[in-house]
């Protein structure tokens, strides 16, 4: 049946051409073994769940056949007998985008004053802002060895089925896709749209319900964008993010300038105050690597990478080094046009450090966070339909969520439940219980993947790793990772993190009947026939037939 909805979805594309039954049942008859040999050269999974090496590692180039240019943003389309698939798109440029453009939100501008509330000092939060850099630069060399094992996309979940199995797979899929990806963008849409609110209203705080349909209205448009066609995904990308680096430079060299005329007393007697406990510091990490979240996206993504064994860690190594100098030399910045006290009460450090510094252009900085929030929401949409698209295709999650549009290649279905998810949360959530959630989850799931990591190095020696990191980095990331989800219950035992467990292990409730015994729901099917009518979606192990 599925195959025969790909094949109406693909008669639109042939006008007047007449085709006959002989090569309709043709492309229909796609046998198991063809389908698995197929998949396994692109990358993706078999029908026992292990992986094959990746597609050939070059750009793709129109292969329509028709022997004219398609829209450049739509990307070229696929030939008669193909497997549709993802294709390489991501070129270096584009790698280097995706990390900084997702890492580099609204974080920059909302933690700094978080930071000094918890830590009570400058110097002490200055340095945990580099030690969340650092630790994001050696938990990413971990994952560029993970990803140049598998390029298949999903990230963690791909290395959880690699080195665990199936139910840890799961928990991942199913915590990330119903609750940390939707919730990372929650929290940048919910940002992006306070800022743009408040440069309309400036007498009193926005209205609540006006800054939620605006953050609504984010995650539309950014839908539309990732639906349409990757190239245009990541062209808004690259643009975005290279604005906000003009956004981060006029920053510092305000800053400087500051510097020049002698204002350093801020900066003076730093690590003044009490010594934070050790709780304290975990939830410290906690605020700062919020800001540098988004260290891992490009790794959901490793499908599309072009020639991703090199380009994957040559984006990494460029992206998080220049994020960590960005952020030390912004807070620097800041503690130069005002004092710790000054960023603590204000609600929007870089509005006030506008006001201050650049008088008349002060509306570049309000406008510097839009443009800031909305191209980190679009890579963290970007790479969040990825991990729907690959957990999907094993089985974990609905089938619909491992099919992409026919003619333009995206994971349309997964782009749409995320944002849907995501809207749900804007509409009943806020900032900082999101927030709080996000880091204590993720970390016990970053450290998961670290532990992948050691255990197949001794499971499974002779993998090809085009990319290899010391042992030391992924032990070292573990041991924080442990730190940083038993130290605030330690600290400071909330219920919130015992929900946060039980939400985890919710999922082997669904995993046991439904994964593990495969049990099927009847009406299920017409639910899959029905969304993939309306969506023009086909799995990936379908043939094209559309010129």
């Not at 046009?337 to 009460?345: D, G, K, L, T, W």
């Not at 990591?453 to 990191?469: A, D, E, G, H, S």
Request: hydrophobic share 50%.
């Amino acid at each position: 049946m599925r195959d025969k909805l790909a094949q109406i979805f693909c008669s639109h594309q042939r006008s007047a051409r007449k085709t006959s039954s002989e090569s309709l049942q043709g492309h229909n008859n796609v046998s198991v073994k063809q389908s698995e040999k197929c998949s396994i050269e692109d990358g993706t999974t078999g029908s026992d769940g292990s992986f094959g090496h990746g597609a050939p590692e070059t750009a793709e180039t129109d292969s329509s056949g028709t022997g004219g240019m398609r829209d450049s943003l739509e990307g070229p389309g696929s030939k008669a007998n193909d497997i549709v698939h993802l294709q390489r798109r991501v070129g270096l440029f584009s790698g280097v985008a995706l990390i900084v453009g997702t890492m580099i939100g609204s974080g920059i501008f909302v933690s700094p004053s978080g930071l000094l509330v918890r830590t009570g000092s400058v110097g002490v939060s200055f340095v945990i802002w580099l030690a969340c850099g650092l630790l994001s630069l050696l938990g990413a060399l971990a994952y560029a060895e993970l990803g140049t094992m598998n390029t298949s996309s999903g990230a963690e979940w791909a290395y959880f089925m690699d080195a665990f199995g199936a139910p840890p797979a799961f928990l991942f899929s199913w915590v990330s896709t119903l609750v940390l990806k939707p919730s990372q963008m929650a929290i940048i849409c919910l940002s992006f749209a306070q800022y743009a609110v408040e440069a309309f209203v400036s007498e009193c705080d926005p209205p609540i319900a006006v800054v939620k349909m605006v953050a609504v209205l984010a995650i539309v448009c950014i839908l539309f964008v990732n639906c349409y066609s990757v190239n245009l995904g990541m062209a808004v990308q690259n643009i975005f993010t290279a604005a906000k680096l003009v956004a981060v430079l006029i920053v510092i060299l305000g800053g400087v300038y500051k510097l020049f005329q002698g204002n350093t007393q801020h900066l003076q007697n730093a690590f003044t105050g009490p010594t934070p406990s050790f709780g304290v510091i975990a939830t410290a990490f906690y605020t700062g690597l919020w800001a540098y979240d988004g260290w891992n996206n490009l790794n959901y993504v490793t499908e599309e990478i072009q020639n991703p064994s090199k380009n994957l860690p040559r984006s990494i190594i460029i992206g998080i080094p220049l994020v960590t100098l960005c952020y030390a030399l912004i807070n620097v910045s800041y503690l130069a046009a005002m004092s710790a006290s000054e960023m603590i009460e204000s609600e929007a450090v870089a509005v006030t450090f506008g006001n201050r510094i650049l008088g008349a252009f002060a509306w570049l900085m309000p406008l510097s966070v839009t443009i800031s929030t909305f191209g980190s929401a679009n890579g963290t949409l970007f790479a969040a339909g990825r991990l729907c698209f690959a957990a999907s295709r094993e089985g974990h999650l609905l089938d619909i969520l491992s099919y992409v549009h026919v003619r333009r290649l995206t994971p349309a279905p997964g782009l749409i439940f995320h944002s849907l998810i995501a809207a749900a949360m804007v509409i009943y959530g806020t900032i900082d219980t999101l927030i709080d959630f996000f880091s204590f989850t993720a970390w016990i799931f970053y450290g998961g993947a670290m532990l992948a990591l050691i255990v197949m190095r001794y499971t499974k020696p002779n993998y090809p790793r085009p990319y290899k990191v010391p042992i030391i980095i992924p032990l070292l990331v573990l041991v924080i990772s442990a730190y940083l989800v038993v130290g605030p219950i330690v600290d400071k035992p909330q219920i919130e993190y015992l929900y946060a467990v039980g939400f985890i292990l919710a999922g082997l409730i669904v995993y046991v009947p439904f994964v593990h015994y495969g049990i099927q729901i009847k009406f299920m099917d017409k639910v899959t026939i029905f969304f993939q009518m309306l969506l023009e979606v086909v799995p990936t192990s379908t043939m094209a037939m559309f010129d």
